[in-house]
Structure formats: structure tokens, C-alpha cells
């Protein structure tokens, strides 16, 4: 008996392209917060620079492990492996307590107001649950093996 392949739609292509670029930019801004230069912190407004210093050592190893795994499981998206879900799964649950502590235990609604402070932190999370959604959608539908 012949298996039959699954015909995956454009579209499912088209989010999985646009989840791998939102990750990329994820470890890009992972790179340039957590490695800022000397120059580049002391150049920043007085209250944005005060906020580097409410960042424990916890929150960029959440951070890291919220960019990583979402783009490896971007890239298991593009390849087409059901592992995608839980990578996702594991960058989601460092989403939260990163945007959780960005929110709640810093002054980034002080310096930035509510509207900017807020928005990220939150397209972050529901991106996340998204792509764990998604993924569990595309092994439901044999799109991911």
C-alpha cells in the first residue's frame, strides 16, 4: 500500500517563513540587549540606561532560551518535524516569566509608557502561544513529521 502524501498549503509556508524571520529578530535583539556596548548604554536616556540595571542574570537566560528554541522551532517548522512543538513549547515557557519580570518587576511603563511598555511584551506572548497552537495544528494535519 502506497502512502500518500499530505499536500501542505502556501500559506502554511508563508507563517512558517514569518515565524522564523520573528525569531530571528528575537535573537537579534537577544545579541544587542545583552551585549550591549559600553558606548551604546552610556548614549541611551538616563531612565532607559537605569533599566539595564533591573535585568538579573535570570531573565537573559530566559531570554536566550525564549529566542533559541523559538527559532529552532521555526526552523523545524520550515523542515517540516513535529519536534517544532516542542521547542516552541519550551520558548513559550521562557516568554513568560521574561515578559512577566519586563512588565511587572521593572519601570519599562515609567520610561516607556503603558502603550509601548505593554504591546511587545504582549505580541511576544500570543505569538508564542500561536506557534505552539500552529504546531500542534500542522502535526494534526500530517504537515509535520
Do not use: R
Request: hydrophobic fraction near 60%; avoid cysteine; aromatic fraction near 16%.
Amino acid at each position: 500500500m502506497e502512502h500518500e502524501k499530505t499536500k501542505i498549503p502556501a500559506w502554511f509556508w508563508v507563517v512558517s517563513i514569518i515565524s522564523l524571520l520573528w525569531n530571528i529578530m528575537g535573537v537579534l535583539s537577544f545579541v544587542a540587549h545583552t551585549f550591549i556596548s559600553d558606548e551604546a548604554l552610556a548614549a541611551l536616556p538616563a531612565n532607559e540606561k537605569a533599566l539595564y540595571g533591573e535585568y538579573p542574570l535570570w531573565t537573559t537566560i530566559v531570554f536566550a532560551i525564549a529566542v533559541f528554541a523559538g527559532t529552532l522551532g521555526a526552523i523545524g517548522l520550515v523542515l517540516k518535524k513535529k519536534w517544532s512543538k516542542m521547542a516552541f513549547i519550551i520558548s513559550l515557557l521562557a516568554i513568560i516569566p521574561q515578559m512577566t519580570h519586563n512588565l511587572f518587576f521593572t519601570k519599562s511603563i515609567d520610561v516607556f509608557g503603558a502603550a509601548q511598555a505593554v504591546t511587545m511584551p504582549a505580541l511576544v506572548v500570543v505569538f508564542g502561544i500561536f506557534l505552539v497552537w500552529f504546531s500542534i495544528f500542522g502535526i494534526k494535519k500530517n504537515w509535520l513529521q
